[in-house]
T-cell receptor, first 114, second 115 residues
Framework: AQSVTQPDIHITVSEGASLELRCNYS??????LFWYVQSPGQGLQLLLK??????LVQGIKGFEAEFKRSQSSFNLRKPSVHWSDAAEYFC????????????FGQGTTLQVKP | GAVVSQHPSWVICKSGTSVKIECRSL??????MFWYRQFPKQSLMLMAT?????????EQGVEKDKFLINHASLTLSTLTVTSAHPEDSSFYIC???????????FGDGTRLSIL
């Protein structure tokens, strides 16, 4: 069965430091991959997506992610974190039967220290 | 673009009443809409998938008579929680997507509190 794993439940970084959030997935073919961010009490905002092509994808708010097929990973990165980046981050993969459903990871809570 | 509006954002009601939540795609036509439930500090739990003009497909364990979903047009889906009880209190989020591969676009969620 498809699954998405975000190994880090909680991450704390200092403002201005670099960030990497990990995401591993299980999928038979080339997956559709997504990163979403959720601020407290809000819905999810799409940061970036990967369907095909260039394995390094750029997103909004200075985020990028790299698709590595050999590692079944789609890690999210940002070179310099801002206090406003503190939120919950979800990695998701589109389901194999192409129903449009998303399989979500458990989420990673990002805390930013001043 | 790809804005999804969810209303209301917050509702409190008495046990036994029914509550309707609306989900609208404002600037695109959504062939498919999804309804999720999210418990505190947890990921999203898919409740059902709705396609315009057809019956919703519910995930295993979700009571279809408790959570009524209607997708009357390409821009509107509604979730009605019938005879709500305190255990139905939660954060409900909808999302919408166009046909074909693509992301889901999410509403801002509805905080439902049943007293």
């Amino acid at each position: 069965a498809q699954s998405v794993t975000q190994p880090d439940i909680h991450i704390t970084v200092s403002e201005g430091a670099s960030l990497e959030l990990r995401c591993n997935y299980s999928y038979g073919a080339t997956p559709y991959l997504f990163w979403y961010v959720q601020s407290p009490g809000q819905g999810l905002q799409l940061l970036l997506k990967y369907f095909s092509g260039d394995t390094l994808v750029q997103g909004i708010k200075g985020f990028e992610a790299e698709f590595k097929r050999s590692q079944s990973s789609f890690n999210l990165r940002k070179p310099s974190v801002h206090w406003s980046d503190a939120a919950e981050y979800f990695c998701a993969v589109g389901d194999e039967s192409n129903t449009g459903k998303l399989i979500f990871g458990q989420g990673t809570t990002l805390q930013v220290k001043p | 673009g790809a804005v999804v509006s969810q209303h209301p954002s917050w509702v409190i009601c008495k046990s036994g009443t029914s509550v309707k939540i609306e989900c609208r795609s404002l600037d695109f036509q959504a062939t498919t809409m999804f309804w999720y439930r999210q418990f505190p500090k947890q990921s999203l739990m898919l409740m059902a998938t709705s396609n315009e003009g057809s019956k919703a497909t519910y995930e295993q364990g979700v009571e279809k008579d408790k959570f009524l979903i209607n997708h009357a047009s390409l821009t509107l889906s509604t979730l009605t929680v019938t005879s709500a009880h305190p255990e139905d209190s939660s954060f409900y989020i909808c999302s919408a997507r166009v046909q074909g591969p693509g992301p889901q676009h999410f509403g801002d969620g509805t905080r439902l509190s049943i007293l």
